[in-house]
Structures are given as structure tokens and as C-alpha cells.
């Protein structure tokens, strides 16, 4: 068995997470069967891995819990059009985003909803 430390949101803390796979964390997709994923077997909660890297297993950031990786999705929904449209350049959004959160901004390294809410606050008013 594969282990790595992964900050754990659901527990609060570092955690020795186990690599798995998607045929585990979405039984019903067969598509994402064979990709690779670290998993929180204290709180169930897991995360994906940047699998088209060399490093494959290398995890996206640290492992959310559900209402936080909705808010991630929720985010992203919002601020990737600012840069995919040329309103602005992907690298600035993410220098503003890192200096109002005060810490290098990765939307994969939120570890709060509250942290989450003051990223897409922030987002917000970019866009309008």
C-alpha cells in the first residue's frame, strides 16, 4: 500500500492518505476507473491526482471535504472564464488572488469554506 501526508480537510489535519483508484471512489464510473486518487480512510474524503503529469500520482492539492470541493467547482465556474476569455491573464488573477488571501493562491489549496467564500467574493468583484 502507497501512503503520502496530505492535509486532510475533513479531519483538520495532515493525514497518511492511500493511494487508490477511481474504480473505488466512483464505483459507477467506469471511465475514471484506472485514474488515480489519495483517500482519507479516517473521514472517507479523497483527492485526484495531476495523472496527465509525469508524476502522476501527485495529488491536485489537499483532500477536500464535499461541501469544499463544491465550492472549488463553484469558484472555478467563475473564475476561469475571466482568463480563458482574455478579460485577464490566468497569472495575474492568480498574484491578486494570492495577495488578498495572504497565502500562494491554488484554488486546490483551500482548506475552509470560509476561505472559499473570501476567494469567490474576491473573484466576484473581478468580474464585475
Same mark, same amino acid.
Given at each position: ?6 492535509? &486532510?480537510? +475533513? /479531519? #483538520?489535519?495532515? $493525514? ?7 474504480a473505488?471512489?466512483? %464505483? ?11 483517500? &482519507?480512510? +479516517? /473521514? #472517507?474524503?479523497? $483527492? ?10 501527485? %495529488?491536485l ?64 468583484e473581478?468580474?464585475?
Amino acid at each position: 500500500m502507497t501512503a503520502r501526508k496530505i492535509f &486532510c480537510c +475533513g /479531519c #483538520g489535519d495532515k $493525514v497518511e492518505a492511500r493511494l487508490t483508484s477511481g474504480a473505488e471512489v466512483y %464505483p459507477h464510473r467506469a471511465d475514471l476507473a484506472d485514474l488515480p486518487f489519495w483517500k &482519507c480512510d +479516517g /473521514c #472517507g474524503n479523497w $483527492v485526484g491526482c495531476h495523472h496527465k503529469t509525469t508524476n502522476r500520482t501527485n %495529488p491536485l492539492g489537499n483532500i477536500p471535504t464535499k461541501e469544499l470541493k463544491n465550492a472549488r467547482q463553484h469558484i472555478h465556474r467563475l473564475l476561469d472564464p475571466l482568463w480563458q476569455s482574455g478579460i485577464f491573464r490566468r497569472s495575474d488573477i492568480y498574484a491578486k488572488l494570492t495577495e488578498h488571501m495572504g497565502f500562494e493562491y491554488h484554488t486546490a489549496q483551500l482548506r475552509t469554506l470560509d476561505e472559499a467564500r473570501k476567494a469567490y467574493k474576491f473573484i466576484k468583484e473581478l468580474a464585475a
